[in-house]
């Protein structure tokens, strides 16, 4: 089945530096990647649409120059976390659709950021 | 309103026990329907797909109602390693998912 591999699995940094999280389809090509956040528990809140080979669409609220994206390929986007706050700590999830109707989603392991 | 909505919970029910969710969605124009299951600190992971006729995995059934726009899971024959939470994801015609905020269960020795 569709893999979705994320990358780092968690990484604790120091407030006001930046965190890349990587987000790679490893058996099919995803023109579409979503990007969640998750707070503990609470549900997934939807981020952005990363879009392949053009810019992402932000979901009201989200910060478009905090939360950076780029989906330069058919099999990888990336999200950058920039100057990072303790707020900003939360888990980050990616995932991707192939597309047919029936498949759903298929999520990334999830990269726990904490900001200290 | 919101897309989707979910009893939040908790239901702690034990095992063996015969349990049902229910999710409603407010776009009638709703295409796929989707119920996931999320362990504490994971990542959500697909649990079946939900069709209109119904359908079943083991001890899970699925079944999706249009007409009132809801969707159910009954898990039957309760186990502790069911204990997680189930999530709603309903999938809209331009491609969107829109997620339930998730039902918690924990199945009691």
């Known amino acids: 089945g569709a893999v979705v591999s994320q990358h780092p699995s968690r990484v604790i940094c120091k407030s006001g530096t930046s965190v890349k999280i990587e987000c790679r389809s490893l058996?099919?090509?995803?023109?579409?990647m979503f990007w969640y956040r998750q707070f503990p528990k609470q549900s997934l809140m939807l981020m952005a649409t990363?879009?392949?080979?053009?810019?992402?669409?932000?979901e009201q609220g989200v910060e478009k120059d905090k939360f950076l994206i780029n989906h330069a390929s058919l099999t990888l986007s990336t999200l950058t976390v920039t100057s990072a706050h303790p707020e900003d700590s939360s888990f980050y999830i990616c995932?991707?659709?192939?597309?047919?109707?029936?498949?759903?989603?298929?999520f990334g392991s999830g990269t726990r950021l904490t900001v200290v | 309103r919101k897309e989707v909505e979910q009893d939040p919970g908790p239901f702690n029910v034990p095992e063996g026990a015969t349990v049902a969710f229910n999710c409603t969605y407010s776009?009638?124009?709703?295409?796929?329907f989707f119920w996931y299951r999320q362990d504490c600190r994971k990542e959500p992971k697909l649990l079946m797909s939900?069709?209109?006729s119904g359908n079943e995995d083991g001890r899970f059934t699925a079944q999706l109602n249009r007409a009132s726009q809801y969707i159910s899971l009954l898990i039957r024959d309760s186990k502790l390693s069911d204990s997680a939470t189930y999530l709603c994801?309903?999938?809209?015609?331009?491609?969107?998912?829109?997620f339930g905020t998730g039902t918690s269960l924990t199945v009691i020795p």
């Open positions: 994801v309903v999938k809209s015609r331009g491609n969107q998912f829109y």
């Open positions: 990363s879009n392949e080979g053009s810019k992402a669409t932000y």
């Open positions: 939900v069709y209109s």
């Open positions: 058996d099919f090509q995803a023109t579409t």
């Open positions: 776009n009638s124009a709703s295409q796929s």
């Open positions: 995932s991707a659709s192939q597309g047919a109707q029936d498949y759903g989603y298929t």
